[in-house]
T-cell receptor, first 117, second 109 residues
Framework: NAGVMQNPRHLVRRRGQEARLRCSPM?????VYWYRQLPEEGLKFMVY????????ESGMPKERFSAEFPKEGPSILRIQQVVRGDSAAYFC???????????????FGPGTRLTVT | RKEVEQDPGPFNVPEGATVAFNCTYS??????FFWYRQDCRKEPKLLMS???SGNEDGRFTAQLNRASQYISLLIRDSKLSDSATYLC??????????FGSGTRLQVQP
C-alpha cells in the first residue's frame, strides 16, 4: 500500500516565481492536510481539504498561497511570487474519513523542500 | 505561551536505558493526542495515539492526564534506532494538528 506521495521532493525557485507542490494521499484516504516546517522550527498547520472542498484554511497566509484538492488528481499547494521567507519543508498528510477519537490519524508524505534564491 | 510545550533536550542515554518525555498543552479543548517521531528533518512518523486510559505498544508507553493537561512517553530498553526527535501533537477536533517543537533523543552505544 503506497504511502502519501509528494512531488517534487526538492524545488528551487527564484524570487517572484510560482511554486506548485503536489500531494497524492494514501489509497482510501479522502482527507488531505498541508503543514510547513521552517528551518529550526516545528511543523505548522496550513490547510485541511477534502475532495473539492477547503475545510479549514486558518493556517494559510492571507496572500500568495492557495490550495486545492480536485475531484481527480492530486492536491496542489500553490505559492505565487515566492519570497526567501517561503523557503521551508512543506509536508502533506492524509487520513481516512471518520470522526474524532480515532480512525483519522494523519500519515505524512516525504515532503517538498522549497528553496527560494 | 506555546500551545504545546516540550523540553527540547537533547537527552543522551545509553542503550538499554529507560527514558521519559513530557509534554504540556494549553488548550483544554484538545481532544486527541499523538506522539510522532521525526528523523533528521524527514517526515514525521506516527508513533502512537494517546488515550486517557494510557496505552502501550511494545517498548513504548504513553500516558495522558487531562486534568493537568500533560502527556508523557516512556521508552524502555532504548535502542540506537530510537535516536530521533519526538514530537508531542494535539488536536482540538478540527484536525489541524498542533505540534510541539520536539524533544531530541540520542541513544549511545
Amino acid at each position: 500500500n503506497a504511502g502519501v506521495m509528494q512531488n517534487p521532493r526538492h524545488l528551487v525557485r527564484r524570487r517572484g516565481q510560482e511554486a506548485r507542490l503536489r500531494c497524492s494521499p494514501m489509497k482510501g484516504h479522502s482527507h488531505v492536510y498541508w503543514y510547513r516546517q521552517l528551518p529550526e522550527e516545528g511543523l505548522k498547520f496550513m490547510v485541511y481539504l477534502q475532495k473539492e472542498n477547503i475545510i479549514d484554511e486558518s493556517g494559510m497566509p492571507k496572500e500568495r498561497f492557495s490550495a486545492e484538492f480536485p475531484k481527480e488528481g492530486p492536491s496542489i499547494l500553490r505559492i505565487q511570487q515566492v519570497v526567501r521567507g517561503d523557503s521551508a519543508a512543506y509536508f502533506c498528510a492524509s487520513s481516512p474519513s471518520g470522526g474524532t477519537g480515532g480512525g483519522y490519524e494523519q500519515y505524512f508524505g516525504p515532503g517538498t523542500r522549497l528553496t527560494v534564491t | 505561551r506555546k500551545e504545546v510545550e516540550q523540553d527540547p533536550g537533547p537527552f543522551n542515554v545509553p542503550e538499554g536505558a529507560t527514558v521519559a518525555f513530557n509534554c504540556t498543552y494549553s488548550n483544554s479543548a484538545s481532544q486527541s493526542f499523538f506522539w510522532y517521531r521525526q528523523d533528521c528533518r524527514k517526515e514525521p512518523k506516527l508513533l502512537m495515539s494517546v488515550y486517557s486510559s494510557g496505552n502501550e505498544d511494545g517498548r513504548f508507553t504513553a500516558q495522558l492526564n487531562r486534568a493537568s493537561q500533560y502527556i508523557s512517553l516512556l521508552i524502555r530498553d532504548s535502542k540506537l534506532s530510537d535516536s530521533a526527535t519526538y514530537l508531542c501533537v494535539v488536536d482540538t477536533g478540527r484536525r489541524a494538528l498542533t505540534f510541539g517543537s520536539g524533544t531530541r533523543l540520542q541513544v549511545q552505544p
